[in-house]
Nanobody, 123 residues
């Protein structure tokens, strides 16, 4: 069982930065790929980034490449999403998830989710 708690969301102006954190419970954290997804009002939850348990490979959605960076600290059971050059279209609830699959690109593969944290980017 893995429990996830996100934090770090808020209101920021376009061009600004935010750092999201996700704290995980459980002793098997390092064996999960950790991912970030987001969901805007009226839209489906979409993949943002993932950090694989296998080889430390990272994956990003095209819309955030070069602006967002995912990282993790297995010793502290933490995963982060550094978001720079934020745009109004990044506004969404951001969710942290854990999956046993190596690439973590598919929503359906995630076994555990946090409650989400709101990110609002004003123009």
């Amino acid at each position: 069982q893995v429990q996830l708690v996100e934090s770090g969301g808020g209101l920021v102006q376009a061009g600004g930065s935010l750092r999201l954190s996700c704290a995980a419970s459980g002793r098997t954290f390092s064996s999960y790929t950790m991912g970030w997804f987001r969901q805007a009002p009226g839209k489906e939850r979409e993949f943002v980034a993932a950090f694989s348990w296998s080889g430390g490979i990272t994956y990003y959605a095209d819309s955030v490449k070069g602006r967002f960076t995912i990282s993790r600290d297995n010793a502290k059971n933490l995963v982060f999403l550094q978001m720079n050059s934020l745009k109004p279209e990044d506004t969404a609830v951001y969710y942290c998830g854990a999956t046993p699959f190596a690439d973590g690109l598919q929503f359906v593969g995630y076994h555990y989710w946090g409650q989400g944290t709101q990110v609002t980017v004003s123009s």
